[in-house]
Structures are given as structure tokens and as C-alpha cells.
């Protein structure tokens, strides 16, 4: 500590190089205490064929912070039980909720069966977030299956919910066709660069990308 004699005592704001408190650096610093390196690095993704909720609910998930019982125990919530609700295998934890939970997997094989991708290689969910599964790398359209597998995230992490809370019936082809109507009411509006009519959305959307 260095006593300066020519001011009088005052508040300083350490985490500011000028002393003066400001929210992007409490934010920050709690960011960093509360959730792991990797994820305070991710930084925002966007993609505006999707809704706003969507958006902000994927970079939650690259935030680490969807309510997954792995998650909530780590906040010191008390939990009966941190198992995955779905299958009972594994703990909950974000991966194995979105997508590696045999009960979610079944649900990615009949997307990427959808879209013509016969052998998806997924090494983690970020592969899934980037739009990197499938031969989709330097299409125009890349934007177009990104929306689309964002869009099934979304409507996993709904149907997790409404079978954890409502103990609705967990099916992946009824999964999938609210994927894929979802997706077409989002996306097609929001496309400008391309028409999306529904019969080539719902039988060759790869067709769409390119
Ligand atoms: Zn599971």
C-alpha cells in the first residue's frame, strides 16, 4: 500500500484502472469466479435466422449456464438426485443433456438423417453450435443448418423440461417435427437471400444450402 499525503482518504474501485466503479467490471470479475475459463471466452455467436430467444438461449449454453442438475448442484442447490432425468445413466451435465444422452441422440440421428447426413462426426456440442457436422463447411447456406440445429437445441432443452416438469411422453419423431416445423416458420421468414418453400424444407433441405 502506498499513503499518498497530498490527498484525503477516499473509495477506490480496484477492479477499474481509474478507481471508478463501473458494471462491465463487477460482471466480469463474478463471470470469472462463477463459471469456468473456457466459457467466460465464448464469445457471442450470432445467427439471424433464428428468434432472439434462441439466440440467447445458445449463448447460454456456451455460457454454461442452462439449469442442468450438474449445474444447480454446483450452485449449492440440494437436489435429490443430479442424474440425467431422460435415461439415468450419467450425470446432467450440458453436454450429456443437448447431446449425449442416448435419449437426445436419438433425436440428432433423425436431424442429421433429415438433412442427408449419413455419418455425423460430433466431438462436442460446440461442433454442434458452429454448424461443423456434416459436409456443410464452405456452403453459402452453412448459415441456414446452423439455424436449423440451433433451432433443435432449443426444442431439446423444451422437451427435457416438459418431460421433467409436465412428464410429458418423450418421443423423438414428435421431437423432430416440431423441429422441423419451428424451423421452417423461423427460418423461412427470416431468410432473405434464398426462398424456403416447405416441400423442399421437409424433403431435401440440404438443397436449401447450397
Ligand atoms: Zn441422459
Redo the contacts with the bound molecule.
Keep these: 500500500m502506498v499513503l499518498n499525503t497530498d490527498k484525503a482518504d477516499s473509495w477506490s474501485w480496484a477492479l477499474s484502472n481509474n478507481g471508478c466503479f463501473n458494471c462491465k467490471s463487477l460482471s466480469g470479475f463474478i463471470d470469472s469466479k462463477l463459471l469456468n475459463n473456457t466459457a467466460v471466452l465464448a464469445g457471442t455467436m450470432r445467427n439471424n435466422l433464428v428468434p432472439k430467444k434462441v439466440e440467447v438461449f445458445i449463448w447460454r449454453v456456451r455460457k454454461g449456464r442452462i439449469p442442468v442438475l450438474a449445474e444447480l448442484d454446483k450452485r449449492g442447490i440440494d437436489l435429490h438426485s443430479v442424474?440425467?432425468?431422460?435415461?439415468?445413466?450419467?450425470i446432467?451435465g450440458i453436454n450429456?443433456?443437448l447431446l449425449?444422452?442416448?435419449?437426445?441422440w436419438e433425436i440428432w440421428l433423425r436431424v442429421f438423417d433429415w438433412w442427408g447426413v449419413t455419418r455425423p462426426t460430433v466431438v462436442g456440442l460446440n461442433d454442434i453450435l458452429e454448424g461443423n457436422v456434416g459436409s456443410f463447411g464452405k456452403d453459402p447456406g452453412k448459415d441456414i443448418w446452423q439455424a436449423a440445429l440451433w433451432t433443435s437445441v432449443y426444442l431439446i432443452w423444451k422437451n427435457r423440461n416438459e418431460k421433467v416438469f409436465k412428464n410429458k411422453c418423450w418421443s423423438a419423431p414428435v421431437a423432430l417435427s416440431e423441429i422441423q416445423v419451428k424451423g421452417f416458420e423461423w427460418i423461412a421468414k427470416r431468410c432473405k437471400r434464398k426462398v424456403i418453400d416447405w416441400h423442399s424444407w421437409f424433403q431435401n433441405p440440404y438443397s436449401l444450402t447450397v
Design positions: 442424474r440425467c432425468p431422460l435415461c439415468d445413466n450419467d446432467e450429456h443433456s449425449n444422452c442416448e435419449r437426445v
